[in-house]
């Protein structure tokens, strides 16, 4: 089962998914790490350790592997309006997490 979840992964980051599972399947989990580490990075400041900036380096790595994964699969939906709408979220999301970062 492992492998089968890799084999998926890879085609996801390669763009071959499609898009739904890319934004869905793959992106409530990562939304989920996320959020575990935003509560880590917060905790970790609020003892004014380093390690809080490690923790916030693999947010932003975790954040671009969903981004560019999800750019990736945007094409492949059955109407294109949706590669249009999702590239459009994405777009947004980098511009405000610059800002916020």
């Given at each position: 089962m492992r492998i089968?979840?890799?084999a998926l992964l890879r085609k996801a980051l390669g763009g071959e998914e499609r898009l739904w599972i890319a934004w869905w399947a793959w992106g409530l989990p990562a939304l989920t790490i996320y959020v575990g580490l935003y509560?880590?990075?917060d905790e970790l400041r609020s003892t004014a350790d380093l390690g809080a900036d490690l923790v916030?380096?693999?947010k932003l790595l975790l954040f671009c592997l969903?981004?560019?994964m999800a750019w990736r699969?945007?094409?492949n939906v059955d109407t294109p309006?949706?590669?249009l709408a999702a590239r459009a979220a994405l777009?947004?999301?980098v511009v405000l997490t610059a800002i916020t970062f």
């Open positions: 089968r979840r890799i509560v880590l990075e916030a380096v693999c969903w981004t560019s699969c945007a094409g309006a949706w590669t777009v947004l999301a």
